[in-house]
Nanobody, 116 residues
Framework: QVQLVESGGGLVQSGGSLRLSCAAS????????IGWYRQAPGKQRELVAE???????NYADSVQGRFTISGGIAENMVYLQMNNLKPEDTAVYYC??????????WGQGTQVTVST
C-alpha cells in the first residue's frame, strides 16, 4: 500500500504564493507517476502537474509558468510551488500517485483559497 500525506495550502490573496508538500510512504517502488490534481466546487478533478519515473514533468496549460513541481518518486516527496495565484486556482488540491498494478492513490486533500 502507498500512503500520501499532504501539507500546505490555505488562504492567500490574488497574486500571492503557496507551497504544497506531499510525503509518500509504503510500497513506493511501484509508483510511476506522482503529482497534484485539484477539484473546484462543481467541477471535475483535473491534473495540475505531475512527475514521471523518468523525471519528466507535465503541467496543465492553466498553470504553466506559474506553478513548479519538484521532488520526485526517488525522494518520496513532491512539492508544488504556486506563484501568481488567481481566484480560479481555488480548489481542493490532492496529491496523487499512480501505482503499478493498482491505479491511483490519493491524499486527503488540502484546501487552497485565493481571494480577490
Amino acid at each position: 500500500q502507498v500512503q500520501l500525506v499532504e501539507s500546505g495550502g490555505g488562504l492567500v490573496q490574488s497574486g500571492g504564493s503557496l507551497r504544497l508538500s506531499c510525503a509518500a510512504s509504503g510500497n513506493t517502488k511501484r509508483i510511476n507517476h506522482i503529482g497534484w490534481y485539484r477539484q473546484a466546487p462543481g467541477k471535475q478533478r483535473e491534473l495540475v502537474a505531475e512527475i514521471s519515473s523518468d523525471s519528466t514533468s507535465n503541467y496543465a496549460d492553466s498553470v504553466q509558468g506559474r506553478f513548479t513541481i519538484s521532488g520526485g518518486i526517488a525522494e518520496n516527496m513532491v512539492y508544488l510551488q504556486m506563484n501568481n495565484l488567481k481566484p480560479e486556482d481555488t480548489a481542493v488540491y490532492y496529491c496523487s500517485a499512480h501505482v503499478l498494478y493498482y491505479g491511483y492513490k490519493w491524499g486527503q486533500g488540502t484546501q487552497v483559497t485565493v481571494s480577490t
